[in-house]
């Protein structure tokens, strides 16, 4: 079974912190992803990967980075985490681009920024 | 662009009954893929069940079914016989190929509550 992990399930920052998010997957996949889940407003695309190094802009990338200095692992980085961005955080895996209807998700980090 | 529009926020449905939960899309491109996620209580996404645009027959996984009305851009999805289990949050969303981000666009979503 794909396995996709984050590393936290809850987690709590101050304004201004830096905030690391961290995904690792553990079945060779090329393309990784973050999303984030509001109510109301489904999920919402705000990085992804499509291989080692790589990345690419999704719908909302302002006020993140992203870093992918290996194949299974995705960081996402709130360089100034700020209140709006109290948030699930979800990451997702996908094998490559040919097999877009197995996209794997890990079970969320729920953000809250004091 | 693409979108994805849900118009039920929640639904009550008796245990046993079948259950509709509707999807429409709107996308320029013509190949697309079309999904389903369901996402229980514990925050997990759950894969369900993937209709590709140039997909002849609707995609069924055990009691799921996806009605493809592609004239009419709508996916719904069907769960036959429903259970108490199935109570969740169901997402629908969308992948063509077009350029721009290469992710899945989501629906607001549907709170499906099964009563027993």
């Known amino acids: 079974d794909v396995k996709v992990t984050q590393s936290s399930r809850y987690l709590v920052k101050r304004t201004g912190e830096k905030v690391f998010l961290e995904c690792v997957q553990d079945?060779?996949?090329?393309?990784m992803f973050w999303y984030r889940q509001d109510p109301g407003l489904g999920l919402r695309l705000i990085y992804f990967?499509?291989?080692?190094?790589?990345?690419e802009k999704g719908d909302i990338p302002e006020g993140y980075s992203v870093s992918r200095e290996k194949k299974e692992r995705f960081s996402l980085i709130l360089e100034s985490a700020s209140t709006n961005q109290t948030s699930m955080y979800l990451c997702?895996?996908?094998?490559?681009?040919?097999?877009?209807?197995?996209?794997?998700f890990g079970p969320g980090t729920r953000l809250t920024v004091t | 662009a693409q979108k994805i529009t849900q118009t039920q926020p929640g639904m009550f449905v008796q245990e046993k009954e079948a259950v509709t939960l509707d999807c429409t899309y709107d996308?320029?491109?013509?190949?697309?893929?079309l999904f389903w996620y369901k996402q229980p209580s514990s925050g997990e996404m759950i894969f369900l069940i993937y209709?590709?645009?140039?997909?002849?027959q609707n995609a069924t996984e055990g009691r799921y079914s996806l009605n493809f009305q592609k004239a009419r851009k709508s996916a719904n999805l069907v769960i036959s016989a429903s259970q108490l289990g199935d109570s969740a949050m169901y997402f629908c969303?969308?992948?063509?190929?077009?350029?721009?981000?290469?992710?899945?666009?989501f629906g607001k979503g549907t709170h499906l509550i099964i009563q027993p």
């Open positions: 990967s499509y291989d080692v190094k790589m990345k």
């Open positions: 996308t320029s491109d013509p190949s697309y893929g």
């Open positions: 209709q590709g645009s140039y997909d002849q």
């Open positions: 969303a969308m992948r063509d190929s077009g350029g721009g981000a290469d992710g899945l666009t």
């Open positions: 079945m060779d996949h090329e393309n």
């Open positions: 997702a895996s996908r094998k490559n681009r040919d097999r877009i209807h197995e996209q794997y």
